[in-house]
């Protein structure tokens, strides 16, 4: 009996470890893959342009370079068209009638969002928090998977020792603590156990003190 208990645990942590897994890589190798074939394209139709320039500079991987210009140019004259009014109502109608229902456009977008976005308060698993349930003293160890609520903050609670798996949580701002503590640093102290969860403590000490109330503010 016992035996087949660790066979599942044994199995159960492989599986989830190994989701865990592709969810971070998939989603790179998808981009990377559609960037190569972009540049393939671009490089196919842009032949006769590399040829002339090859006759006065010879430039090992001209045509990849200029591909890759090419595509930088675009991508630029695209944005700057979309932040104007015109540009963007044509952007939000073509994207609801006809690129969201394009097969997998969703899932390559909100991966690009969230591998490219540099503000923390839209990429999520960034920020570290501490926070309250049940309006008791006790402190979860969290990270903030979307704040855009102007009440709630959904927190991910992950489950030692595996973090791949957990619980969702949506709770009060008033709850929630961020603390200035490093996502890898954090996620160590659920694979220990809770071992080095101290200095967490310690920084919620130093920025709170005995206040009961987060600093979680909706902008």
Known sequence: MEKNEKKKRVKKFFTTTLMGGLLVILPVVI???AFNMLVKFVVSNITPVTMIVNKFINVKYLPEIISVIVIVVIC???GLAVR???GNWIHIN???KILTKIPGYSMVKGAINQLIS???KTKPFSQVVLFKLFNNDVLLTGVITDDEDEEYVTIFCATAPNPTSGFIYHVLRKDVFLIDVGVEDTMRTVFSGGSGSSM???RYH???GSSNEGNIVNE
């Open 31 to 33: 981009i990377l893959w």
């Open 76 to 78: 630029f004259l695209v």
């Open 84 to 86: 104007t009014k015109l």
């Open 94 to 96: 073509v994207e609801e």
């Open 118 to 120: 540099t503000d923390k």
């Open 200 to 202: 967490l403590i310690k």
């Open 206 to 208: 130093e920025l709170y």
